[in-house]
Protein backbone atom coordinates (compact mmCIF):
# COMPACT_ATOMS: atom_id res chain seq x y z
CA UNK A 1 0.00 0.00 0.00
CA UNK A 2 2.68 2.03 0.92
CA UNK A 3 4.20 1.36 -1.97
CA UNK A 4 1.84 2.26 -3.98
CA UNK A 5 1.13 5.63 -2.46
CA UNK A 6 4.95 6.64 -3.16
CA UNK A 7 4.45 5.68 -6.89
CA UNK A 8 1.07 8.23 -7.11
CA UNK A 9 3.32 10.70 -5.43
CA UNK A 10 6.43 10.37 -7.69
CA UNK A 11 3.65 10.14 -10.63
CA UNK A 12 2.09 13.73 -9.79
CA UNK A 13 5.79 15.07 -9.19
CA UNK A 14 6.58 13.04 -12.53
CA UNK A 15 3.75 15.52 -14.59
CA UNK A 16 5.11 19.07 -12.52
CA UNK A 17 8.35 18.08 -13.62
CA UNK A 18 7.70 17.82 -17.45
CA UNK A 19 5.04 20.78 -17.37
CA UNK A 20 8.22 22.80 -14.92
CA UNK A 21 11.18 21.86 -18.09
CA UNK A 22 8.05 22.57 -21.20
CA UNK A 23 7.78 25.76 -19.55
CA UNK A 24 11.21 26.89 -18.75
CA UNK A 25 12.01 25.87 -22.95
CA UNK A 26 9.51 27.38 -24.00
CA UNK A 27 10.54 31.22 -22.12
CA UNK A 28 13.64 30.32 -23.91
CA UNK A 29 12.41 29.67 -26.98
CA UNK A 30 10.07 33.18 -26.73
CA UNK A 31 13.46 34.91 -25.25
CA UNK A 32 15.32 33.95 -28.88
CA UNK A 33 12.39 34.68 -31.52
CA UNK A 34 12.01 38.01 -29.50
CA UNK A 35 15.79 38.84 -29.53
CA UNK A 36 15.62 38.44 -33.74
CA UNK A 37 12.56 40.43 -34.02
CA UNK A 38 14.30 43.19 -32.03
CA UNK A 39 17.78 42.77 -33.73
CA UNK A 40 17.26 41.13 -36.82
CA UNK A 41 18.79 37.70 -37.94
CA UNK A 42 22.23 37.33 -38.56
CA UNK A 43 23.27 37.15 -42.32
CA UNK A 44 23.06 33.14 -43.11
CA UNK A 45 26.00 33.10 -44.41
CA UNK A 46 27.60 33.67 -41.12
CA UNK A 47 26.10 30.48 -39.87
CA UNK A 48 29.20 28.42 -40.74
CA UNK A 49 29.31 26.20 -38.07
CA UNK A 50 27.74 22.75 -38.54
CA UNK A 51 25.86 20.45 -36.69
CA UNK A 52 24.71 17.69 -38.22
CA UNK A 53 22.25 15.44 -36.60
CA UNK A 54 21.98 12.41 -38.46
CA UNK A 55 18.08 10.81 -38.08
CA UNK A 56 14.94 12.87 -37.46
CA UNK A 57 12.44 10.44 -36.03
CA UNK A 58 11.62 11.12 -31.95
CA UNK A 59 15.27 11.95 -30.71
CA UNK A 60 16.71 13.71 -34.18
CA UNK A 61 13.68 15.92 -34.57
CA UNK A 62 13.50 16.39 -30.82
CA UNK A 63 17.02 17.90 -31.28
CA UNK A 64 16.77 19.56 -34.21
CA UNK A 65 13.64 21.35 -32.63
CA UNK A 66 15.61 22.57 -29.20
CA UNK A 67 18.24 23.85 -31.10
CA UNK A 68 16.77 25.68 -34.04
CA UNK A 69 14.64 27.45 -31.38
CA UNK A 70 16.82 28.15 -29.00
CA UNK A 71 20.55 28.84 -30.54
CA UNK A 72 21.25 32.49 -29.74
CA UNK A 73 20.30 35.07 -33.47
CA UNK A 74 23.73 35.83 -33.90
CA UNK A 75 24.99 32.26 -33.39
CA UNK A 76 27.53 31.05 -36.13
CA UNK A 77 26.19 27.45 -35.76
CA UNK A 78 23.73 25.97 -38.24
CA UNK A 79 21.67 23.10 -37.81
CA UNK A 80 21.67 20.63 -40.48
CA UNK A 81 19.16 17.38 -40.28
CA UNK A 82 19.73 14.34 -42.66
CA UNK A 83 16.73 11.91 -42.75
CA UNK A 84 15.43 9.43 -45.65
CA UNK A 85 11.76 9.44 -44.94
CA UNK A 86 9.60 11.88 -46.81
CA UNK A 87 7.93 11.46 -43.48
CA UNK A 88 8.08 11.22 -39.80
CA UNK A 89 6.81 7.54 -39.42
CA UNK A 90 4.94 7.05 -36.03
CA UNK A 91 5.65 3.76 -35.20
CA UNK A 92 3.20 3.42 -31.92
CA UNK A 93 0.24 2.94 -34.32
CA UNK A 94 1.92 0.35 -37.32
CA UNK A 95 0.46 -2.90 -35.44
CA UNK A 96 -2.93 -1.10 -35.46
CA UNK A 97 -3.09 0.28 -38.63
CA UNK A 98 -1.62 -2.62 -40.38
CA UNK A 99 -5.20 -4.42 -39.01
CA UNK A 100 -7.72 -1.64 -39.70
CA UNK A 101 -8.60 -0.17 -42.57
CA UNK A 102 -8.35 3.59 -44.02
CA UNK A 103 -6.26 5.23 -41.97
CA UNK A 104 -2.81 4.43 -43.15
CA UNK A 105 -1.98 7.56 -43.78
CA UNK A 106 -2.20 8.79 -40.36
CA UNK A 107 0.89 6.90 -39.41
CA UNK A 108 2.79 9.27 -41.68
CA UNK A 109 3.16 12.99 -40.56
CA UNK A 110 4.92 16.01 -42.80
CA UNK A 111 8.02 17.18 -41.52
CA UNK A 112 8.72 21.14 -40.67
CA UNK A 113 5.64 21.58 -38.42
CA UNK A 114 7.69 22.37 -35.67
CA UNK A 115 11.30 22.56 -36.96
CA UNK A 116 11.41 25.60 -38.90
CA UNK A 117 14.54 27.67 -40.69
CA UNK A 118 13.59 30.36 -38.75
CA UNK A 119 15.91 32.70 -37.96
CA UNK A 120 16.74 32.10 -41.59
CA UNK A 121 19.62 30.03 -42.14
CA UNK A 122 19.43 28.55 -38.88
CA UNK A 123 18.07 24.92 -40.31
CA UNK A 124 19.05 23.05 -43.59
CA UNK A 125 17.01 19.87 -44.04
CA UNK A 126 18.43 17.08 -46.41
CA UNK A 127 16.51 14.24 -47.48
CA UNK A 128 19.50 11.80 -48.08
CA UNK A 129 20.59 8.84 -46.07
CA UNK A 130 24.35 9.07 -44.45
CA UNK A 131 26.34 6.55 -45.65
CA UNK A 132 29.63 7.20 -43.93
CA UNK A 133 30.86 9.38 -40.87
CA UNK A 134 34.86 10.50 -40.62
CA UNK A 135 36.10 12.40 -37.97
CA UNK A 136 34.94 15.36 -39.75
CA UNK A 137 32.42 15.40 -41.90
CA UNK A 138 29.65 12.40 -43.02
CA UNK A 139 28.65 11.25 -46.61
CA UNK A 140 25.02 10.92 -48.17
CA UNK A 141 24.01 7.86 -50.39
CA UNK A 142 21.96 9.76 -52.51
CA UNK A 143 23.93 13.10 -54.11
CA UNK A 144 27.24 11.87 -52.73
CA UNK A 145 28.00 14.85 -50.93
CA UNK A 146 29.97 15.28 -47.97
CA UNK A 147 28.93 17.97 -45.39
CA UNK A 148 31.32 18.87 -42.86
CA UNK A 149 30.70 19.08 -39.34
CA UNK A 150 31.66 20.78 -35.63
CA UNK A 151 29.10 18.55 -33.79
CA UNK A 152 27.15 15.37 -34.71
CA UNK A 153 24.76 14.12 -33.52
CA UNK A 154 23.94 9.78 -34.11
CA UNK A 155 19.85 9.49 -33.52
CA UNK A 156 20.11 6.48 -36.06
CA UNK A 157 17.28 4.57 -33.62
CA UNK A 158 17.04 0.69 -34.50
CA UNK A 159 15.50 -1.33 -37.08
CA UNK A 160 13.71 -4.92 -38.10
CA UNK A 161 14.62 -6.49 -41.64
CA UNK A 162 11.01 -7.57 -41.89
CA UNK A 163 10.02 -4.48 -41.72
CA UNK A 164 5.95 -4.05 -40.47
CA UNK A 165 3.93 -3.91 -38.42
CA UNK A 166 6.70 -2.70 -36.70
CA UNK A 167 8.95 -0.18 -38.77
CA UNK A 168 8.08 0.83 -42.05
CA UNK A 169 11.84 0.27 -44.02
CA UNK A 170 10.03 2.41 -47.33
CA UNK A 171 10.97 6.14 -47.29
CA UNK A 172 8.35 7.24 -49.05
CA UNK A 173 4.74 7.65 -47.87
CA UNK A 174 2.79 6.64 -50.81
CA UNK A 175 4.59 3.26 -50.75
CA UNK A 176 4.36 2.58 -46.70
CA UNK A 177 0.69 2.93 -47.19
CA UNK A 178 0.73 0.92 -49.85
CA UNK A 179 2.69 -1.73 -47.56
CA UNK A 180 0.08 -1.23 -44.68
CA UNK A 181 -2.66 -2.05 -47.21
CA UNK A 182 -0.94 -5.04 -48.60
CA UNK A 183 -0.48 -6.73 -44.73
CA UNK A 184 -4.11 -5.50 -44.00
CA UNK A 185 -5.45 -7.49 -47.38
CA UNK A 186 -3.11 -10.57 -46.07
CA UNK A 187 -4.43 -10.77 -42.54
CA UNK A 188 -8.07 -10.37 -43.87
CA UNK A 189 -7.78 -12.92 -46.33
CA UNK A 190 -5.78 -15.31 -43.80
CA UNK A 191 -7.53 -18.32 -41.64
CA UNK A 192 -4.49 -18.90 -39.46
CA UNK A 193 -2.25 -15.89 -38.44
CA UNK A 194 0.78 -16.69 -35.97
CA UNK A 195 2.36 -13.25 -34.31
CA UNK A 196 5.79 -14.09 -33.41
CA UNK A 197 7.18 -12.00 -30.63
CA UNK A 198 5.17 -11.08 -26.98
CA UNK A 199 6.21 -7.34 -26.76
CA UNK A 200 4.05 -4.52 -27.48
CA UNK A 201 3.54 -4.72 -30.74
CA UNK A 202 3.28 -8.63 -31.01
CA UNK A 203 0.38 -8.31 -28.36
CA UNK A 204 -1.09 -5.42 -30.00
CA UNK A 205 -1.35 -6.98 -33.44
CA UNK A 206 -2.81 -9.86 -32.10
CA UNK A 207 -5.44 -8.77 -29.81
CA UNK A 208 -6.66 -6.14 -32.78
CA UNK A 209 -6.74 -8.77 -35.43
CA UNK A 210 -8.42 -11.18 -33.11
CA UNK A 211 -11.20 -8.42 -32.28
CA UNK A 212 -11.43 -7.70 -35.60
CA UNK A 213 -11.77 -11.04 -36.65
CA UNK A 214 -13.11 -13.37 -34.17
CA UNK A 215 -13.75 -16.31 -36.49
CA UNK A 216 -9.95 -16.28 -37.29
CA UNK A 217 -7.67 -18.50 -35.65
CA UNK A 218 -4.78 -16.53 -34.31
CA UNK A 219 -1.61 -17.63 -32.74
CA UNK A 220 1.32 -15.41 -30.51
CA UNK A 221 4.24 -17.28 -30.02
CA UNK A 222 6.59 -16.18 -27.63
CA UNK A 223 9.79 -17.14 -26.25
CA UNK A 224 9.87 -15.74 -22.61
CA UNK A 225 7.74 -17.28 -19.93
CA UNK A 226 5.19 -14.24 -19.73
CA UNK A 227 4.28 -11.98 -22.88
CA UNK A 228 5.46 -7.98 -21.99
CA UNK A 229 8.58 -9.84 -20.08
CA UNK A 230 10.04 -6.65 -19.19
CA UNK A 231 7.51 -5.31 -17.45
CA UNK A 232 6.39 -6.51 -13.37
CA UNK A 233 3.62 -9.07 -13.15
CA UNK A 234 0.71 -7.26 -13.37
CA UNK A 235 0.71 -6.08 -16.89
CA UNK A 236 2.33 -9.37 -17.50
CA UNK A 237 -1.61 -10.86 -16.50
CA UNK A 238 -3.83 -8.08 -17.47
CA UNK A 239 -1.50 -8.88 -21.75
CA UNK A 240 -2.42 -12.51 -21.01
CA UNK A 241 -5.82 -12.46 -19.98
CA UNK A 242 -6.58 -9.55 -22.83
CA UNK A 243 -4.79 -12.38 -25.65
CA UNK A 244 -7.01 -15.01 -24.25
CA UNK A 245 -10.34 -13.59 -23.39
CA UNK A 246 -10.06 -12.34 -27.28
CA UNK A 247 -9.22 -16.15 -27.89
CA UNK A 248 -6.02 -15.85 -28.77
CA UNK A 249 -3.85 -18.56 -28.56
CA UNK A 250 -0.75 -18.35 -26.56
CA UNK A 251 2.45 -20.21 -26.61
CA UNK A 252 5.38 -19.85 -24.11
CA UNK A 253 8.73 -20.07 -23.88
CA UNK A 254 8.61 -21.75 -27.62
CA UNK A 255 9.95 -19.98 -30.71
CA UNK A 256 9.87 -20.07 -34.13
CA UNK A 257 12.91 -22.21 -36.36
CA UNK A 258 11.72 -22.90 -39.49
CA UNK A 259 9.63 -22.19 -42.22
CA UNK A 260 8.74 -24.67 -44.42
CA UNK A 261 8.34 -23.23 -48.10
CA UNK A 262 5.81 -23.48 -49.76
CA UNK A 263 3.81 -25.82 -47.41
CA UNK A 264 2.27 -22.75 -44.98
CA UNK A 265 4.27 -24.76 -42.39
CA UNK A 266 5.96 -23.29 -39.48
CA UNK A 267 8.10 -25.53 -37.25
CA UNK A 268 8.68 -24.45 -33.67
CA UNK A 269 11.52 -25.64 -31.07
CA UNK A 270 9.61 -27.32 -29.37
CA UNK A 271 9.02 -29.26 -32.18
CA UNK A 272 5.25 -28.12 -32.77
CA UNK A 273 3.97 -28.10 -36.77
CA UNK A 274 1.63 -25.18 -37.26
CA UNK A 275 -0.55 -24.61 -40.38
CA UNK A 276 -0.57 -21.31 -41.06
CA UNK A 277 -1.59 -18.36 -44.32
CA UNK A 278 0.68 -15.48 -42.31
CA UNK A 279 3.45 -14.77 -39.75
CA UNK A 280 4.22 -11.36 -38.65
CA UNK A 281 7.25 -10.71 -37.13
CA UNK A 282 6.96 -8.81 -34.18
CA UNK A 283 10.56 -9.97 -32.78
CA UNK A 284 12.91 -7.27 -31.34
CA UNK A 285 14.25 -4.49 -32.99
CA UNK A 286 18.32 -3.99 -33.70
CA UNK A 287 19.87 -0.65 -33.23
CA UNK A 288 21.19 1.02 -36.11
CA UNK A 289 24.61 1.80 -35.15
CA UNK A 290 26.67 0.60 -38.23
CA UNK A 291 27.32 4.50 -39.37
CA UNK A 292 30.38 4.30 -36.29
CA UNK A 293 31.71 0.89 -36.52
CA UNK A 294 34.81 2.12 -38.78
CA UNK A 295 35.24 5.48 -36.48
CA UNK A 296 34.96 3.78 -33.82
CA UNK A 297 34.54 0.37 -33.32
CA UNK A 298 35.57 0.15 -29.58
CA UNK A 299 31.86 2.68 -29.01
CA UNK A 300 29.51 -0.27 -30.11
CA UNK A 301 28.38 -2.49 -27.22
CA UNK A 302 27.87 -6.60 -27.75
CA UNK A 303 24.27 -5.58 -27.95
CA UNK A 304 25.33 -3.60 -31.21
CA UNK A 305 24.09 -0.09 -29.14
CA UNK A 306 27.18 2.87 -29.30
CA UNK A 307 28.57 3.30 -25.73
CA UNK A 308 28.10 6.83 -24.62
CA UNK A 309 29.13 8.64 -21.50
CA UNK A 310 26.42 10.37 -19.30
CA UNK A 311 26.71 13.63 -21.00
CA UNK A 312 25.48 11.13 -24.14
CA UNK A 313 29.19 11.85 -25.90
CA UNK A 314 30.74 8.31 -27.53
CA UNK A 315 32.44 6.59 -24.88
CA UNK A 316 35.42 7.41 -27.10
CA UNK A 317 37.48 10.45 -25.60
CA UNK A 318 39.05 10.97 -29.46
CA UNK A 319 35.02 12.06 -30.41
CA UNK A 320 33.78 14.57 -27.50
CA UNK A 321 32.05 16.43 -29.85
CA UNK A 322 29.89 13.39 -31.49
CA UNK A 323 26.61 12.51 -29.15
CA UNK A 324 23.81 9.81 -29.53
CA UNK A 325 20.95 9.63 -28.48
CA UNK A 326 17.67 7.29 -28.67
CA UNK A 327 17.18 3.89 -29.52
CA UNK A 328 20.84 3.54 -31.20
CA UNK A 329 22.57 4.98 -27.41
CA UNK A 330 23.31 2.11 -24.70
CA UNK A 331 21.79 4.32 -22.18
CA UNK A 332 20.95 0.96 -19.69
CA UNK A 333 17.66 2.16 -19.95
CA UNK A 334 15.02 -0.75 -19.26
CA UNK A 335 12.70 0.21 -21.71
CA UNK A 336 13.88 2.63 -24.76
CA UNK A 337 10.94 4.36 -25.97
CA UNK A 338 10.12 7.61 -27.65
CA UNK A 339 9.89 8.89 -23.84
CA UNK A 340 13.43 7.99 -23.18
CA UNK A 341 14.36 9.08 -26.76
CA UNK A 342 13.29 12.33 -26.22
CA UNK A 343 14.64 13.09 -22.99
CA UNK A 344 17.99 12.13 -24.35
CA UNK A 345 17.09 14.26 -27.41
CA UNK A 346 16.95 17.46 -24.15
CA UNK A 347 20.22 16.33 -22.66
CA UNK A 348 22.10 16.62 -26.05
CA UNK A 349 20.75 19.88 -27.36
CA UNK A 350 21.08 21.36 -23.98
CA UNK A 351 24.75 20.54 -23.78
CA UNK A 352 25.12 21.36 -27.87
CA UNK A 353 23.83 24.54 -26.59
CA UNK A 354 26.33 24.98 -23.80
CA UNK A 355 29.47 24.22 -26.43
CA UNK A 356 27.78 27.22 -28.89
CA UNK A 357 28.11 29.27 -26.27
CA UNK A 358 31.90 28.53 -24.64
CA UNK A 359 30.38 26.32 -22.10
CA UNK A 360 30.88 22.53 -21.37
CA UNK A 361 28.34 19.51 -22.00
CA UNK A 362 27.46 19.60 -17.87
CA UNK A 363 23.91 17.69 -18.74
CA UNK A 364 24.15 14.10 -18.08
CA UNK A 365 20.97 11.47 -18.56
CA UNK A 366 20.15 9.50 -15.55
CA UNK A 367 17.05 6.85 -16.11
CA UNK A 368 13.80 7.46 -14.74
CA UNK A 369 11.62 4.36 -13.56
CA UNK A 370 8.75 7.23 -15.94
CA UNK A 371 10.38 6.16 -19.22
CA UNK A 372 9.02 3.23 -18.37
CA UNK A 373 4.96 3.67 -18.56
CA UNK A 374 3.28 2.16 -21.63
CA UNK A 375 -0.27 2.12 -22.79
CA UNK A 376 -0.77 -0.87 -24.11
CA UNK A 377 -3.27 -1.93 -26.55
CA UNK A 378 -5.63 -4.77 -25.88
CA UNK A 379 -7.90 -4.92 -29.02
CA UNK A 380 -9.82 -2.36 -30.90
CA UNK A 381 -11.65 -0.53 -27.81
CA UNK A 382 -9.74 -1.66 -24.21
CA UNK A 383 -6.09 -0.58 -23.45
CA UNK A 384 -4.35 -0.41 -19.88
CA UNK A 385 -1.74 2.20 -19.02
CA UNK A 386 0.90 0.78 -16.98
CA UNK A 387 3.62 2.59 -14.57
CA UNK A 388 6.55 0.86 -12.65
CA UNK A 389 9.08 1.66 -10.76
CA UNK A 390 10.68 -2.04 -10.46
CA UNK A 391 8.83 -2.18 -6.96
CA UNK A 392 5.29 -1.61 -7.14
CA UNK A 393 3.26 -0.70 -10.19
CA UNK A 394 -0.10 0.85 -11.35
CA UNK A 395 -2.57 -0.39 -13.76
CA UNK A 396 -5.29 1.98 -15.20
CA UNK A 397 -7.87 0.07 -17.91
CA UNK A 398 -9.07 2.24 -20.63
CA UNK A 399 -11.31 2.54 -23.36
CA UNK A 400 -9.83 3.83 -26.92
CA UNK A 401 -12.43 5.48 -29.12
CA UNK A 402 -10.60 6.42 -31.96
CA UNK A 403 -9.78 3.49 -34.65
CA UNK A 404 -6.32 5.69 -35.13
CA UNK A 405 -5.17 5.94 -31.49
CA UNK A 406 -2.93 8.79 -30.61
CA UNK A 407 -2.18 9.27 -34.61
CA UNK A 408 -4.15 12.98 -34.02
CA UNK A 409 -2.14 14.01 -30.80
CA UNK A 410 1.21 13.38 -32.80
CA UNK A 411 0.30 15.11 -35.82
CA UNK A 412 -0.62 18.22 -33.41
CA UNK A 413 2.68 17.49 -31.34
CA UNK A 414 4.65 18.22 -35.08
CA UNK A 415 2.95 21.15 -35.08
CA UNK A 416 1.06 19.57 -38.41
CA UNK A 417 -3.19 20.02 -38.70
CA UNK A 418 -4.22 16.64 -38.50
CA UNK A 419 -4.62 14.81 -41.41
CA UNK A 420 -3.48 17.69 -43.83
CA UNK A 421 -0.58 16.55 -46.14
CA UNK A 422 0.09 19.10 -49.32
CA UNK A 423 2.02 15.48 -50.44
CA UNK A 424 -0.79 13.52 -51.06
CA UNK A 425 -2.65 15.76 -53.37
C1 LIG B 1 5.53 -0.94 -33.20
C2 LIG B 1 6.12 0.00 -32.19
C3 LIG B 1 5.31 0.60 -31.24
C4 LIG B 1 5.85 1.48 -30.30
N1 LIG B 1 5.02 2.08 -29.38
C5 LIG B 1 5.54 2.99 -28.51
C6 LIG B 1 4.68 3.67 -27.59
O1 LIG B 1 3.47 3.44 -27.55
N2 LIG B 1 5.24 4.59 -26.76
C7 LIG B 1 6.58 4.87 -26.79
O2 LIG B 1 7.04 5.75 -26.04
N3 LIG B 1 7.41 4.23 -27.64
C8 LIG B 1 6.92 3.30 -28.49
N4 LIG B 1 7.76 2.64 -29.36
C9 LIG B 1 9.22 2.89 -29.30
C10 LIG B 1 9.60 4.14 -30.06
O3 LIG B 1 9.01 4.13 -31.35
C11 LIG B 1 11.11 4.21 -30.20
O4 LIG B 1 11.69 4.13 -28.93
C12 LIG B 1 11.48 5.52 -30.87
O5 LIG B 1 11.03 5.49 -32.20
C13 LIG B 1 12.98 5.77 -30.85
O6 LIG B 1 13.21 6.95 -31.53
P1 LIG B 1 14.61 7.23 -32.23
O7 LIG B 1 14.51 8.63 -32.79
O8 LIG B 1 15.72 6.93 -31.31
O9 LIG B 1 14.74 6.17 -33.40
P2 LIG B 1 13.82 5.74 -34.61
O10 LIG B 1 12.41 6.05 -34.35
O11 LIG B 1 14.20 4.34 -34.91
O12 LIG B 1 14.29 6.65 -35.81
C14 LIG B 1 15.55 6.65 -36.37
C15 LIG B 1 15.54 7.59 -37.56
O13 LIG B 1 16.86 7.63 -38.11
C16 LIG B 1 16.76 7.54 -39.51
N5 LIG B 1 18.03 6.95 -39.99
C17 LIG B 1 18.49 5.70 -39.76
N6 LIG B 1 19.67 5.51 -40.38
C18 LIG B 1 19.97 6.67 -41.00
C19 LIG B 1 21.06 7.10 -41.81
N7 LIG B 1 22.08 6.29 -42.10
N8 LIG B 1 21.02 8.36 -42.30
C20 LIG B 1 20.00 9.21 -42.01
N9 LIG B 1 18.95 8.85 -41.25
C21 LIG B 1 18.93 7.60 -40.75
C22 LIG B 1 15.55 6.68 -39.77
O14 LIG B 1 15.03 6.90 -41.09
C23 LIG B 1 14.60 7.13 -38.68
O15 LIG B 1 13.78 8.19 -39.08
C24 LIG B 1 7.24 1.75 -30.31
C25 LIG B 1 8.07 1.15 -31.27
C26 LIG B 1 7.50 0.29 -32.20
C27 LIG B 1 8.40 -0.33 -33.24
Request: some cysteine; overall charge positive.
Amino acid sequence: MLEKTALYLKLVAYVLNIIYEELGRATRMAWVRRRVRWFGPPAPLSRDRNIVIVGASFAGNRVAQLLTSCLPPNSPYKVIAIEPNTHFQFSWVLPRLCVVEGHEHKAFIPYGGNVHDQPAGVLRWVRDRVMGVTESSVQLKESGEIIPYDILVIATGSWVETGLPSRVNVTDKRQGMELMRNMQQKIKAADTVVVVGGGAAGVEIATDAQNLYPNKKIILVHSREAVMNRFGQGLRKTALEGLQSLGVEVILQDRLVQTVPGSGTILLKSGREIQCDLVLDCTSQRPSSALISQLSPASISPSGHLRVKPTLQLADDRFPNIYACGDVADTKTPNPNARSAMRQASIVAENILSITTGGKPRHKYENSWSDGVIKLTLGLTRSVTHYGDGKSELLFPGTETDEALMSAMCWSRMGQKPFEDPYMN
